[in-house]
């Protein structure tokens, strides 16, 4: 049955007029953060001299790590700012003026500037990126048969962003004529000119997102904000007395430990979440083993991108280091490397889609388990390909482009074999009335992948080039090797889901 929008202000092309707004709304803000994330590491290690910061390999990518980590942790309470206090299309706006203002600071040549600027962009971005996604959800009913198109439309915005924003930002940031705060910059008016279309085609979205779910004209829930209030205000005020202590030299935070302990700090959250609601959260049987299902998701999920994060670290580095970049007098930024994974899903993302279907009507398509395994496996391909291009550094040579392309290439396919499908059957697995918790879980398991990441690549430091290929033989051995074990026990793990597929 086809929907009649013929005649339906608000619909443009058969989907709400809301989405464009949130399409371009998006496909700038990922232009901002992934701009910014192709010069950060560069950044960190190129010499004061030259206007970096100087910091050495395993102190960069751990920053790094930490960086895009809490990316993923405070996603979580951006989302409940927005349910409770602000709406989702307030969080929107005033998220999106957070992340400008961090680039901007980004851009002043001062190491406090740097590292505020930092803070900014993440709690910009915990305010904006959940409560985007969630209005796009709000503009179709349920059971809209537009709904998943709607979505992947709007995943398109994300690519072609997350695409342009490294060519454009490296562009600037990689060259001696303007230099690394012109690409910190250009990361802002990126999220400046997201910020103009989002004002300017706000009323599209309609009532989406604009209310949040305490109404301050109920006496009750007018009372629940006020706490609510307080209490954010308070751990605001605690976060920038600590911030401040910090930048006053009162004391210091050394970056590889604060990963390493926030790591462990997650697992033993984790671990302990789990077994408190096998204990004592009152599951059934069948909630119960599809408890195990999300156990081994999360850490499957964790361990891919423990690996998948080395593009805008280790991989990043060796693209500067160990890859012929200059071809008939022109240098390859090392940023622009960073635009192949995005280049390659809005490439192969419809051919993933189409092939999941034909498979699906002939009852061939894979378990979500076996997605995973699939996905660990095809990831950790790319890292053999790495091994091969680390022979050659060792013996003195650099490599060719194509060695990293191809590694993106594989990269890019086990993305789009595992991380589609990994949030999806969490809110089907996870029991009704924790599903909201799982989430927050979910996310912790993503950031946990990211500080593993910044951790690993501290290993491919300059000193250690003999070590490389040993390196990236251990993260094939245990990506791999966990993608296998996946697909062995796929069917046992497939039969714990109880019929969800």
């Not at 069948?286 to 690996?307: D, N, P, Q, S, Y």
């Not at 994060?309 to 160990?322: C, D, H, I, M, N």
């Not at 594989?410 to 789009?416: A, W």
Request: hydrophobic share 50%.
């Amino acid at each position: 049955m086809s929907i009649d929008t013929s005649s339906d202000p608000s619909v443009r092309n058969g989907h709400p007029a809301g989405l464009s707004t949130l399409f371009f709304t998006e496909m700038w803000e990922r232009f901002s953060y992934y701009g910014m994330r192709a010069l950060l590491v560069l950044f960190l290690v190129e010499s004061v001299a030259d206007g970096g910061l100087g910091l050495d390999d395993k102190t960069a990518t751990a920053i790094y790590g930490l960086y895009t980590a809490a990316v993923y942790i405070v996603a979580l309470p951006g989302g409940w700012v927005a349910d409770r206090l602000l709406g989702a299309q307030r969080s929107i706006w005033y998220g999106g003026i957070i992340i400008m203002l961090g680039h901007f600071t980004l851009a002043i040549p001062s190491v406090y500037a740097f590292f505020l600027g930092l803070i900014f962009v993440v709690l910009g971005t915990g305010l904006l990126k959940p409560n985007i996604s969630a209005v796009v959800g709000e503009l179709y009913r349920a059971d809209d048969p537009r709904r998943d198109a709607g979505f992947t439309i709007f995943y398109m915005g994300i690519n072609i962003g997350a695409a342009i924003g490294p060519l454009i930002c490296s562009t600037l940031g990689e060259s001696e004529s303007f230099g690394w705060h012109y690409g910190f910059a250009a990361a802002g008016v990126g999220m400046l000119l997201g910020l103009v279309q989002f004002r300017w085609s706000l009323s599209r979205l309609g009532d989406a997102g604009r209310a949040p779910s305490l109404d301050a004209s109920i006496p009750e829930d007018r009372r629940r904000m006020q706490v609510c209030w307080r209490w954010l205000i308070g751990l605001l005020a605690l976060f920038a007395g600590f911030v401040g202590l910090l930048m006053a030299g009162v004391f210091t935070v050394d970056p590889l430990v604060l990963a390493g302990q926030t790591t462990i700090g997650i697992a033993v959250l984790a671990v302990g979440y789990f077994t408190y609601l096998f204990a004592f959260g009152g599951l059934n049987t069948v909630e119960k083993k599809r408890l195990v299902v999300i156990i081994v998701l999360f850490f499957g999920t964790a361990m891919f991108w423990a690996g998948f994060e080395q593009t805008g670290s280790s991989l990043t580095l060796f693209a500067e280091r160990y890859t012929q970049r200059v071809f008939g007098g022109f240098e390859i930024p090392t940023g622009w490397f960073q635009s192949l994974n995005p280049t390659f899903i809005i490439i192969l993302a419809p051919l993933y889609a189409a092939m999941w279907t034909a498979l699906a009507r002939r009852q061939m398509a894979p378990s979500t388990p076996a997605k995973f395994g699939l996905g660990l496996i095809i990831m950790g391909l790319g890292f053999v390909v790495m091994i091969g291009a680390a022979k050659l550094v060792v013996a003195g040579n650099t490599v060719l482009p194509t060695w990293l392309i191809l590694t993106y290439l594989l990269h890019t396919m086990g993305e789009l074999a595992l991380s589609p499908v990994g949030l999806s059957a969490t809110t089907k697995l996870a029991p009704r009335r924790y599903v909201g918790q799982m989430m927050g879980i979910w996310f912790l398991g993503t950031a946990m992948g990211n500080l593993v990441a910044g951790l690993i690549a501290g290993g491919f430091h300059s000193e250690a080039i003999a070590d490389m290929p040993g390196l990236y033989l251990q993260i094939v051995m245990t990506t791999v090797g966990s993608g296998l074990l996946l697909l062995v026990f796929s069917r046992p793990i497939k039969k714990l889901m109880g019929g969800i597929e």
